[in-house]
């Protein structure tokens, strides 16, 4: 048998057949056109996976079960997206449009961060683990909580908003109207700020810094300038990225001494660091989870699923 | 059936004996005598036990099952109290040595502030939710979680430290080692801390407040002064409830955003202040909190158990 998973989001849609071994047999994508009626989204879904089990040689009845991973706030219970920052959804029954539409009738709704922290529950960088918590360092911060081999996002299945806990009460402003959100300092987002608040005043002070060449070289400032500019010695990106890590550390204890997970792992843009960026944060974590030497500790690991984490985690949910 | 409950204080043992209401049908206490050598506890435990059974004349083979709260780090599965703050507590294996001692060889054990949130999840503020939070405010902050009707507290069972989140990174040291743990600014120590700090501005600066009354006729300053000061009219008092409700309304609000739970319920020595102290939180959770009016939100209660949700939680362990 094989499942489908669908990435729906704000760009484009994605969408991959997955066999047993939580591996994509194929895949393929179309632009979301977010503006548009919500229903022709549906149908271009439908379109990508009758489309694709026929380039597979797969019929309809062979795909046990559909599961979409949709941004926003979601009821896996009635399939409906209830609320989408970047998509025209509002109440929408996403799941009984698409039934209309594909002969599998077994169709799953969550949140993208949880469906991507299933993802690597069952096929990634939590793999056979009962307890596992994942963020995602992107444009925010997403969050994913699996407690007892099962999802858990709260009576109301909005929760698991890791990022929007708040770690500087006062701080920073987050989109979510909150300040001091973790989200405000270890996104993608918030890394970019910080290191442009660095250009600006190593530029007032006229101190040289390679972040400067490295964004010209990049043609904008984005998530990696600083690591980048750090990894060729420049001291002005070593103080961004020890600021960065530091929140980032901070945030990851916190979700440590709520959960105590077997894994927390770190998925989003920001993880293509890879294990130098956790390198760079177990000092800070180790010193202060609670519990010290006297407990098994979490392991940090960086998620593996990267961008078929939401094909993944959709194909995969039950 | 009975079961019965112990509750294993730093100062006092306290046991009940808990009927199928999840009363307490009779309970008695003894000094803990912390310094001695802990074999002697477990004596006394069993004494308190057996006593309680003969008074209120149930036989031993009665007690469906023995639960024991205890303080700081256990591994409920092997019956062992790992390390306690303050009880001569290391690799404690209480349960076998409580079972060579009674009949009921049915024993339970687990942490305090879990055991109480596990007592309000049954039968206390959060009685009929599946998902619940607790957290109570007294010398420190606990916390504990359940899940799907089940305690949870990470697969080390170090988990649910609540107030070992930090709210404000680089602010007030915690007794953990980190610094702006929301049990730093959270907990009665916290509130006592902040009362007193205001009682010396307002001496630095001349300005009279009803502070010094409050805490002189108490006899010293607890986390009852600025509390009746400021229902008194005091405006510096005002000013220290005020800034201590801003930081448990921030703790609070993410543990909404983590968990979402049916109900978050408030115990130890602050909640005595009832629902005023609910009242006063109301207004910043209610701005801040993730999904807004989207979703149906966390309700937010005063616990039940008081006194004796070590008691009832221990008794109701499974």
């Given at each position: 048998?094989?499942?489908i998973?669908?990435?729906?989001?704000?760009?484009?849609i994605?969408?991959?057949?997955?066999?047993?071994?939580?591996?994509?047999?194929?895949?393929?994508?179309?632009?979301?056109?977010?503006?548009?009626?919500?229903?022709?989204i549906?149908?271009?879904?439908?379109?990508?996976?009758?489309?694709?089990?026929q380039?597979?040689?797969?019929?309809?009845?062979?795909?046990a079960?559909?599961?979409?991973?949709?941004?926003?706030?979601?009821d896996?219970?009635?399939g409906?997206?209830?609320?989408?920052?970047?998509?025209?959804?509002?109440?929408?029954?996403?799941?009984?449009?698409?039934?209309?539409?594909?002969?599998?009738?077994?169709?799953?709704?969550?949140?993208?961060?949880?469906?991507?922290?299933?993802?690597?529950?069952v096929?990634?960088?939590?793999?056979?683990?009962?307890?596992?918590?994942?963020?995602?360092?992107?444009t925010?911060?997403?969050?994913?909580?699996?407690?007892d081999?099962?999802?858990?996002?709260?009576?109301?299945y909005?929760?698991?908003?890791?990022?929007?806990?708040?770690?500087?009460?006062?701080?920073?402003?987050?989109?979510?109207?909150?300040?001091?959100?973790?989200?405000?300092?270890?996104?993608?987002t918030?890394?970019?700020?910080?290191?442009?608040?660095?250009?600006?005043?190593c530029?007032?002070?006229?101190?040289?810094?390679?972040?400067?060449?490295?964004?010209?070289?990049?043609?904008?400032?984005s998530?990696?300038?600083?690591?980048?500019?750090a990894?060729?010695?420049?001291?002005?990106?070593?103080?961004?990225?020890?600021?960065?890590?530091?929140?980032?550390?901070?945030?990851?204890?916190?979700?440590?001494?709520?959960?105590?997970?077997?894994?927390?792992?770190?998925?989003?843009?920001?993880?293509?660091?890879?294990?130098?960026?956790?390198n760079?944060?177990?000092d800070?974590?180790?010193?202060?989870?609670?519990?010290?030497?006297?407990?098994?500790?979490?392991?940090?690991?960086?998620?593996?699923?990267?961008?078929?984490?939401?094909?993944?985690?959709?194909?995969?949910?039950?």
């Amino acid at each position: 048998m094989f499942t489908i998973g669908v990435d729906l989001g704000g760009t484009n849609i994605a969408v991959g057949i997955v066999n047993e071994k939580y591996e994509i047999v194929k895949k393929a994508s179309c632009p979301t056109q977010a503006e548009r009626d919500p229903v022709f989204i549906v149908d271009d879904i439908a379109k990508l996976i009758i489309g694709l089990c026929q380039e597979a040689g797969i019929e309809q009845k062979e795909i046990a079960s559909v599961g979409i991973a949709a941004p926003g706030s979601v009821d896996p219970v009635s399939g409906v997206v209830k609320y989408a920052n970047n998509l025209p959804f509002r109440d929408f029954p996403i799941c009984s449009l698409l039934k209309e539409r594909i002969e599998c009738q077994n169709i799953h709704l969550e949140n993208d961060a949880n469906a991507a922290a299933w993802g690597e529950a069952v096929a990634g960088a939590a793999k056979g683990t009962a307890h596992s918590v994942m963020i995602t360092l992107g444009t925010g911060v997403g969050g994913g909580v699996v407690i007892d081999h099962k999802l858990y996002s709260g009576f109301n299945y909005a929760g698991a908003e890791l990022g929007h806990m708040v770690i500087c009460e006062g701080g920073r402003q987050c989109t979510c109207g909150r300040k001091g959100c973790f989200e405000a300092y270890a996104s993608a987002t918030a890394l970019i700020q910080m290191t442009k608040e660095k250009m600006a005043a190593c530029e007032k002070e006229g101190r040289a810094t390679l972040l400067t060449k490295v964004a010209a070289e990049q043609g904008r400032v984005s998530g990696r300038t600083a690591f980048m500019a750090a990894k060729a010695g420049d001291p002005a990106a070593e103080e961004v990225i020890s600021e960065y890590c530091g929140y980032l550390a901070c945030g990851l204890t916190n979700l440590i001494n709520i959960f105590q997970p077997e894994v927390l792992s770190i998925g989003g843009g920001i993880s293509n660091e890879g294990d130098s960026l956790v390198n760079r944060l177990m000092d800070k974590i180790v010193a202060e989870r609670y519990g010290g030497s006297t407990v098994k500790p979490t392991e940090i690991r960086i998620a593996k699923l990267k961008n078929d984490a939401g094909i993944i985690g959709g194909a995969l949910l039950k």
